[in-house]
């Protein structure tokens, strides 16, 4: 591929464009300034430590080394490929998780931006280059204390309000449990809530909770959340935003323990990863488009072996043909063992049952993608 060419920079207002092309090495991208701030781009294409070898890492820096930074900066960011314009709409970036930038920590990124051989067979590579865009916004850079008074969190009010049950006139039972909410803020969320809650049927629900059958308490409670703060709820995702650690230690040198600590992580990312199709299937539900689509960008993010096919057969069921893609971009690539591997999951058994056209499409894929070997293979010996 290509190698690294610099970056080119747009603001408006709080927002800023930084673009890049792909390198074989680490690189740097800038600096340049956003929010009275500077700024760099730092780029790893084969990940920023042993644990991401398979991926391209990428992560935002706050100034340089020897700078001091006297407050901290709270950002929003957001790394996308150029042509994923759904992800640099300035309302999904500031859905997305903030990063603290101080001088204890002065940069944060996403070290499972994408799977180089994922990148490989995907559009977004042509003539062996492809184009990363990241979106920056500060979220704190007011120079007078007065306007960030102004300037109140509407979001966080309203689910304080939800905390509180102020002025609540609406129950839900989910798995046995109770929760108070707000018709009119359900209803201005959802179209789905609000023929449910002011349609017809609103005389045979008034008296009583309204049970909602097939959703786990904890999921509900998340779906709840961002209808009223309008932000992703928060749980430990590695995948986004997440603080790149300095390797320090000597890979024969880390301990036993370290070990148990990874089966524990993994234990706690295959809960948050059922946790996340959950939310995914809810947000479908009840017709909460934004939300459905962060979720779409997140399970896109931890595709896996063990959950591809699950993941894949939600892509088919919900009609999120992006989602699809990126699973069946991510089968067409693995090695046998890990077909396997696949093909011996309970979702793999799902989608032969139910949805068996997915299974014609792999094969044109599968197809595709040998064609593709042969030919470059070919061009290898003329």
């Known amino acids: 591929m290509s190698s690294f060419t610099g970056v080119s920079v747009v603001t408006g207002r709080e927002h800023c464009t930084t673009s890049a092309v ?9 600096p340049f300034m956003v929010g009275g701030h500077k700024w760099r781009i730092r780029y790893y294409p084969n990940g920023v430590n042993l644990s991401r070898v398979e991926y391209i890492s990428l992560d935002v820096f706050l100034g340089d080394e020897e700078d001091e930074i006297e407050e901290v900066v ?5 790394f996308s490929f150029v042509g994923q314009v759904e992800k640099q709409e300035p309302k999904y970036i500031r859905s997305t998780q903030t990063c603290s930038f101080s001088s204890k920590h002065r940069r944060w990124g996403n070290t499972k931006f994408v799977k180089r051989d994922a990148l490989e067979q995907s559009t977004h590579l042509k003539a062996d280059c492809f184009t990363i865009r990241c979106d920056i916004m500060v979220c704190n850079d007011f120079n007078n204390q007065d306007a960030r008074v102004t300037l109140p969190d509407i979001g966080q009010q309203f689910k304080i309000l939800l905390q509180d049950k102020v002025g609540c006139d609406v129950t839900f039972e989910v798995s046995g449990e109770m929760f108070p909410a707000h018709r009119c803020v359900l209803a201005a969320r959802s179209k789905v809530f609000r023929a449910q809650l002011f349609g017809p049927m609103i005389e045979g629900i008034t008296s009583s909770a309204i049970q909602i059958k097939d959703m786990e308490a904890k999921v509900f409670v998340a779906l709840l959340s961002f209808i009223y703060s309008d932000s992703f709820p928060e749980m430990e995702d590695k995948a986004q935003a997440v603080e790149v650690e300095e390797e320090e230690a000597v890979e024969d040198e880390i301990p036993e323990v370290e070990e148990e600590g990874q089966e524990e992580e993994a234990r706690e990312h295959v809960t948050w990863l059922q946790w996340l199709q959950d939310l995914f299937v809810a947000a479908d539900r009840y017709d909460i488009q934004q ?9 896109s993010e931890n595709i896996g072996v063990s959950s591809v096919a699950s993941t894949l057969a939600l892509a088919e069921q919900h009609h999120c043909h992006r989602l699809k893609d990126a699973c069946l971009n991510f089968i067409q690539v693995q090695s046998p ?6 093909m011996v999951t309970d979702g793999w058994k799902h989608i032969t049952t139910t949805y068996p056209s997915v299974l014609d499409e792999l094969i044109v894929k599968l197809a595709s993608n040998q064609k593709e070997k042969k030919r470059k293979h070919k061009t290898m010996f003329c």
């Open 22 to 30: 792909d390198a074989d090495t680490d690189s740097r991208a800038g």
């Open 74 to 78: 709270k950002v929003k960011f957001q």
């Open 291 to 299: 939300l459905k689509s962060l979720c779409e960008k997140q399970l």
């Open 337 to 342: 063992k890990c077909l396997g591997k696949v």
